[in-house]
Protein backbone atom coordinates (compact mmCIF):
# COMPACT_ATOMS: atom_id res chain seq x y z
CA UNK A 1 0.00 0.00 0.00
CA UNK A 2 1.82 3.31 -1.16
CA UNK A 3 1.89 6.00 1.63
CA UNK A 4 0.13 9.21 0.60
CA UNK A 5 1.72 12.30 1.52
CA UNK A 6 0.35 14.85 3.36
CA UNK A 7 -0.15 17.88 1.76
CA UNK A 8 0.00 21.10 3.85
CA UNK A 9 -1.96 24.03 3.00
CA UNK A 10 -0.29 27.02 1.67
CA UNK A 11 -0.66 29.16 4.79
CA UNK A 12 0.28 26.75 6.92
CA UNK A 13 3.72 25.58 5.02
CA UNK A 14 4.56 29.35 5.03
CA UNK A 15 4.09 29.80 8.43
CA UNK A 16 6.31 26.40 8.91
CA UNK A 17 8.95 28.47 6.80
CA UNK A 18 8.61 31.54 8.80
CA UNK A 19 9.20 29.37 12.47
CA UNK A 20 12.39 28.22 10.81
CA UNK A 21 13.51 31.25 9.54
CA UNK A 22 12.74 32.54 12.83
CA UNK A 23 15.21 29.56 14.55
CA UNK A 24 17.75 29.84 12.10
CA UNK A 25 18.14 33.91 12.65
CA UNK A 26 18.41 32.96 16.32
CA UNK A 27 21.09 30.42 16.39
CA UNK A 28 23.36 33.30 13.70
CA UNK A 29 22.44 35.53 16.62
CA UNK A 30 23.91 33.38 19.33
CA UNK A 31 26.44 32.24 17.56
CA UNK A 32 27.32 35.65 17.24
CA UNK A 33 27.71 36.45 21.04
CA UNK A 34 24.02 37.65 21.38
CA UNK A 35 21.89 36.13 23.92
CA UNK A 36 18.37 35.42 23.42
CA UNK A 37 15.97 37.47 25.67
CA UNK A 38 12.42 36.92 23.95
CA UNK A 39 10.93 35.74 20.86
CA UNK A 40 7.41 36.61 19.55
CA UNK A 41 6.78 39.10 21.85
CA UNK A 42 3.36 39.95 21.44
CA UNK A 43 1.41 42.84 22.40
CA UNK A 44 -1.99 44.54 20.77
CA UNK A 45 -0.03 47.30 18.79
CA UNK A 46 2.53 44.84 17.52
CA UNK A 47 4.68 41.87 17.83
CA UNK A 48 8.78 41.60 17.59
CA UNK A 49 10.17 38.52 16.43
CA UNK A 50 13.16 38.63 18.21
CA UNK A 51 14.20 40.56 21.04
CA UNK A 52 18.17 39.80 21.83
CA UNK A 53 21.35 41.56 23.68
CA UNK A 54 24.82 41.88 22.96
CA UNK A 55 27.24 42.96 26.15
CA UNK A 56 29.44 45.11 24.53
CA UNK A 57 31.52 47.18 27.29
CA UNK A 58 30.64 49.16 28.74
CA UNK A 59 26.82 49.23 27.14
CA UNK A 60 24.37 46.93 27.04
CA UNK A 61 23.01 46.43 23.40
CA UNK A 62 19.51 45.42 22.92
CA UNK A 63 18.55 44.74 19.53
CA UNK A 64 14.78 44.69 18.79
CA UNK A 65 14.51 42.18 15.50
CA UNK A 66 12.36 41.86 12.55
CA UNK A 67 12.76 38.59 10.62
CA UNK A 68 11.25 38.48 6.79
CA UNK A 69 11.69 35.49 4.62
CA UNK A 70 10.87 34.68 1.36
CA UNK A 71 11.07 31.04 -0.35
CA UNK A 72 10.99 31.85 -3.96
CA UNK A 73 12.58 34.92 -5.72
CA UNK A 74 10.46 38.20 -5.30
CA UNK A 75 11.14 41.55 -6.91
CA UNK A 76 10.85 43.05 -4.08
CA UNK A 77 13.79 41.53 -1.39
CA UNK A 78 11.81 40.81 2.05
CA UNK A 79 13.02 43.90 4.08
CA UNK A 80 11.24 46.20 1.97
CA UNK A 81 8.14 44.29 3.17
CA UNK A 82 9.11 46.14 6.66
CA UNK A 83 7.00 49.37 6.23
CA UNK A 84 6.52 52.45 7.99
CA UNK A 85 3.26 50.90 9.40
CA UNK A 86 5.05 47.87 10.33
CA UNK A 87 8.22 49.96 12.43
CA UNK A 88 5.48 51.70 13.99
CA UNK A 89 4.21 48.71 15.30
CA UNK A 90 7.26 47.14 16.38
CA UNK A 91 9.02 50.36 17.86
CA UNK A 92 5.44 50.29 20.49
CA UNK A 93 5.68 46.90 21.04
CA UNK A 94 9.52 47.34 22.10
CA UNK A 95 8.39 50.61 24.52
CA UNK A 96 5.99 47.92 26.16
CA UNK A 97 8.69 46.08 26.52
CA UNK A 98 11.10 48.23 27.88
CA UNK A 99 8.45 49.57 30.10
CA UNK A 100 8.19 45.87 31.28
CA UNK A 101 11.24 45.32 32.17
CA UNK A 102 12.25 48.53 34.15
CA UNK A 103 13.44 50.52 31.24
CA UNK A 104 16.88 48.80 31.49
CA UNK A 105 20.01 51.12 31.10
CA UNK A 106 21.59 50.14 27.75
CA UNK A 107 21.20 51.11 24.03
CA UNK A 108 18.32 50.00 21.66
CA UNK A 109 18.40 49.43 17.99
CA UNK A 110 15.63 47.79 15.21
CA UNK A 111 17.22 45.65 12.73
CA UNK A 112 15.78 43.50 10.17
CA UNK A 113 17.51 40.09 9.18
CA UNK A 114 16.02 38.26 5.85
CA UNK A 115 16.20 34.97 4.80
CA UNK A 116 16.11 34.06 0.93
CA UNK A 117 16.80 30.45 -0.52
CA UNK A 118 19.60 30.19 -3.17
CA UNK A 119 19.93 28.08 -6.54
CA UNK A 120 20.59 25.21 -4.21
CA UNK A 121 17.86 25.37 -1.98
CA UNK A 122 20.04 26.66 0.85
CA UNK A 123 18.93 30.04 3.10
CA UNK A 124 20.70 32.56 3.23
CA UNK A 125 21.01 35.14 6.18
CA UNK A 126 21.23 38.74 5.65
CA UNK A 127 21.37 40.54 8.68
CA UNK A 128 20.75 45.02 8.56
CA UNK A 129 21.69 46.58 11.79
CA UNK A 130 19.69 49.85 12.72
CA UNK A 131 17.59 49.17 9.76
CA UNK A 132 14.99 52.01 10.77
CA UNK A 133 14.93 54.39 13.46
CA UNK A 134 11.38 55.68 15.76
CA UNK A 135 10.45 59.07 15.20
CA UNK A 136 11.20 61.79 17.06
CA UNK A 137 7.71 61.55 19.12
CA UNK A 138 9.20 58.62 20.87
CA UNK A 139 12.12 60.51 22.32
CA UNK A 140 14.69 58.44 21.24
Given at each position: MPK??L???????????AK?S?????YY?????????A??YR?R??E????A?KN?S?L?L?A??EV???????KL????????????????A?????S???A???VY?F??A??T?T?N?VP??H?F?T??Y???????
Amino acid sequence: MPKEKLKLSPNHANTRFAKCSENLVAYYLTQNGWHILARNYRRRSGEIDIIASKNDSPLTLIAFIEVKSRRSPSKLPPQCAVTKRKQSKIIHAALAWISKQGAPQAVYRFDIATITKTRNNVPRIHYFPTAFYPRQEFGW
